[in-house]
């Protein structure tokens, strides 16, 4: 019995690190196919992109709390920064058919994020600042 119980253990363990690592492989559908992060922050960036997230996105979006859509803290880990991206700049598309994107429009009761038109410079920005909230 006990060696059920610890092979169950593992099985279990082994199940929850592939589902993460499931989420941050995928890269979601989009323009954006590689992000490469330096391993410092670029402070620029980074404020900028908080000047655009909070015009454009707060109005769904807090940073540590859900409100019409999820929180945004800690999504530079649960996602891979490509699918963060292409999210923003491509949702309508990523929430018909990526499966990450499809399980949070009904977890979010079918409320759609809809498309800003932001260019790929700016998404980066934006990425650039969730990297900071961590
Ligand atoms: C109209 C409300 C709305 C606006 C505006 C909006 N979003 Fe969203 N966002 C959502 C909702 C709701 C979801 C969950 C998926 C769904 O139901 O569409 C979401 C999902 C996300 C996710 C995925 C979160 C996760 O946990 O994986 C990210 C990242 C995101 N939005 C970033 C942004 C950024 C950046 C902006 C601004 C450029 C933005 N959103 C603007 C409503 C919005």
Known sequence: MKKILISLFFILIGCNSQSKNSNTNNKGI??????????????????SGEKMFNQL???C???????????????????????????????????????????????YNNEYMYNQNLIEEEAREIIEYFRTLD
Request: proline fraction near 7%.
């Open 61 to 107: 979006h807090m940073i540590n709390e859900e409100s019409l859509g999820p929180a945004i803290k800690g999504v530079i880990n649960r996602r891979s920064p490509e699918w963060i991206m292409n999210m923003i700049l491509n949702p309508t598309e990523m929430l018909q058919k990526d499966p990450i994107a499809k399980k949070l429009l009904t977890k």
């Open 57 to 59: 996105c707060s109005s």
């Open 30 to 47: 989009g323009p954006v196919s590689e992000v490469i992060f330096d391993e410092q922050i670029n402070q620029n960036q980074a404020k």
